[in-house]
């Protein structure tokens, strides 16, 4: 379902889709057919990547770990504090399906819109 909502988001062009390397290889990772593969790998490669230098990026996301977890929550993927941390730091919505977002936007600035 996440796949065919992405599809289309990505045909309709309506929004700009922004990505950072933690998005792409996670779902490079997983692809198993090596034409399904290059076909995804150009399609992240016409998207906006955020990037930055790697050093800030896994301090900011630790801090934003620790900040969450000062709250009580413990985020289960350190990846998706970088993720997050993208997001916040460029100031666009992540579209998910993961509860981790979840509970990192119910304490900081991250603004989400949640995949049904």
């Not at 390397?21 to 995804?40: M, N, Y």
């Not at 934003?64 to 009580?72: A, E, P």
């Not at 990846?79 to 941390?85: F, G, H, K, L, T």
């Not at 993208?86 to 981790?100: E, G, Q």
């Amino acid at each position: 379902m996440q796949v065919k909502i992405l599809k289309e988001l990505i045909k309709s062009r309506d929004e700009e889709i922004c990505t950072c390397a933690t998005i792409i290889q996670e779902v490079l990772q997983g692809v198993r057919e090596d034409s399904k593969f290059e076909s995804l790998r150009l399609q992240f490669l016409n998207m906006v990547i955020f990037t930055a230098d790697q050093v800030q990026v896994a301090i900011e996301a630790a801090s934003l770990y620790r900040l969450v977890r000062k709250k009580g929550v413990t985020i289960k993927k350190p990846n998706d504090c970088i993720i997050a941390w993208y997001a916040i730091n460029n100031k666009v919505k992540l579209l998910h399906n993961n509860s981790d977002f979840d509970l990192i936007a119910e304490h900081t600035e991250l603004k989400v819109v949640r995949l049904k």
